[in-house]
T-cell receptor, first 114, second 108 residues
Framework: KAGVTQTPRYLIKTRGQQVTLSCSPI?????VSWYQQTPGQGLQFLFE???????NKGNFPGRFSGRQFSNSRSEMNVSTLELGDSALYLC?????????????FGPGTRLTVL | GQNIDQPTEMTATEGAIVQINCTYQ??????LFWYQQHAGEAPTFLSY????GLEEKGRFSSFLSRSKGYSYLLLKELQMKDSASYLC?????????FGSGTKLNVKP
């Protein structure tokens, strides 16, 4: 079974631009979560989607948004990029996301904002 | 948010045993996960605890005390390849909360 895939793997943008990242979950997984990972803050939860609906949201500004398609693939968008948005963005998929449901992470998209 | 506390960095010797501690918020708690993350790679699942006690999985074991909001990951017979960051994550109120990770350096 193929793992979680994320595209692109690396991205360089400048301040003020916007970016869209893509995540394809493991086949059959319906829950997709997004995380931002930085050296100082660790892994921080952005949002979780299940069956095309955002179920949970972390404490990030409205510049961060996402969506999920009927095939469970998900995208996240960051508008008006700031230098502080430079990070590794990880997506994780699970069957339905309950307390007993393991999350499987993709390799991440490394975003650099100049 | 939910505070997850774990040491920033630890060093241990090949062949030794190391224990990585983690404390978490108990409100709304419904599970504790440990992940391993090698530099430049995605986190990979190691263990899951929801009931008090020890879960053993080969060289790795994880312990949970729900009343104390405490968990630890025990790594035995350390190998050089165990050098990585270890992330503690608690599941509270239907969300995952991750610690900043403990960077483990295994030296010969």
């Amino acid at each position: 079974k193929a793992g979680v895939t994320q595209t692109p793997r690396y991205l360089i943008k400048t301040r003020g631009q916007q970016v869209t990242l893509s995540c394809s979950p493991i086949s059959g997984h319906r829950s997709v979560s997004w995380y931002q990972q930085t050296p100082g803050q660790g892994l921080q939860f952005l949002f979780e989607y299940f069956s095309e609906t955002q179920r949970n949201k972390g404490n990030f500004p409205g510049r961060f948004s996402g969506r999920q398609f009927s095939n469970s693939r998900s995208e996240m968008n960051v508008s008006t990029l700031e230098l502080g948005d430079s990070a590794l963005y990880l997506c994780a998929s699970s069957l339905v996301q309950t307390s007993t449901d393991t999350q499987y992470f993709g390799p991440g998209t490394r975003l650099t904002v100049l | 948010g939910q505070n997850i506390d774990q040491p920033t960095e630890m060093t241990a010797t090949e062949g030794a045993i190391v224990q990585i501690n983690c404390t978490y918020q108990t409100s709304g708690f419904n599970g504790l996960f440990w992940y391993q993350q090698h530099a430049g790679e995605a986190p990979t699942f190691l263990s899951y605890n929801v009931l008090d006690g020890l879960e053993e999985k080969g060289r790795f074991s994880s312990f949970l005390s729900r009343s104390k909001g405490y968990s630890y990951l025990l790594l035995k017979e350390l190998q050089m390849k165990d050098s990585a960051s270890y992330l503690c994550a608690s599941y509270n109120f239907n969300k995952f909360y991750f610690g900043s990770g403990t960077k483990l350096n295994v030296k010969p």
